[in-house]
């Protein structure tokens, strides 16, 4: 079992729609949640980090943890093609030791 | 505010040669990371820094490679000898939210 589980993908969904990506992790010990986005030939780039049980906003984005069911998911509203690229859910121990799932690969399309 | 530095972009050796990749993290930043992604992964943590101290390197294949980040500032990772499944982008990420620089390509022939 990989210590951070994502859906490959490609996840499609039309320009607008509400798009779900979703990340399992199997260290109880996980203590905080990054979500990245990475387009293709480019390094990732952070777009939201969440701490605490529940849901945290930002913009257009809206992270959600659950850390008893251990899993985390990134909402993405009134999705644009700009956001079509691969998603990175990585995860860090309280040692800060830091572990990437492989990420979901989004197209929006138009 | 100068975002992560990493030098060279590209590069390409032939296998059992050497090669050195430079990071200059986000000024302040205790924390600095080395990361390998092969086409289509995630990327997989090398080596994880605090100031000059080494935090986690339990995934660095330490007969091949090796990295230091004297003074607490600036990070080299060096590969030596190289394989051919060395081929992939070396990232370099600094600050406990990893703000990630533009990555070293490299290919091994």
């Known amino acids: 079992q990989k210590e951070v589980e994502q859906n490959s993908g490609p996840l499609s969904v039309p320009e607008g729609a509400i798009a779900s990506l979703n990340c399992t992790y199997s260290?109880?010990?996980?203590?905080?949640f990054f979500w990245y986005r990475q387009y293709s030939g480019k390094s990732p780039e952070l777009i939201m980090f969440?701490?605490?049980?529940g849901d945290k906003e930002d913009g257009r984005f809206t992270a959600q943890l659950n850390k008893a069911s251990q899993y985390v998911s990134l909402l993405i509203r009134d999705s644009q093609p700009s956001d079509s690229a691969t998603y990175l859910c990585?995860?860090?121990?309280?040692?800060?030791?830091?572990?990437f799932g492989d990420g979901t690969t989004l197209t929006v399309k138009p | 505010e100068a975002g992560v530095a990493q030098s060279p972009r590209y590069k390409i050796i032939e296998k059992r040669q050497s090669v050195a990749f430079w990071c200059n993290p986000i000024?302040?930043?205790?924390?600095l990371y080395w990361y390998q992604q092969i086409l289509g992964q995630g990327p997989k943590l090398l080596i994880q820094?605090?100031?000059?101290?080494?935090?986690?390197d339990s995934q660095l294949p330490k007969d091949r490679f090796s990295a230091e980040r004297l003074k607490g500032v600036d990070s080299t990772l060096k590969i030596q000898p190289a394989k051919l499944e060395d081929s992939a982008v070396y990232l370099c990420?600094?600050?406990?939210?990893?703000?990630f620089g533009p990555g070293t390509r490299l290919t091994v022939l």
């Open positions: 000024s302040g930043h205790a924390t």
């Open positions: 820094f605090q100031n000059n101290g080494v935090v986690d």
């Open positions: 990585a995860v860090n121990t309280n040692a800060g030791k830091s572990t």
């Open positions: 990420a600094s600050g406990h939210e990893q703000f």
């Open positions: 969440i701490y605490s049980n």
């Open positions: 260290d109880r010990g996980s203590q905080s």
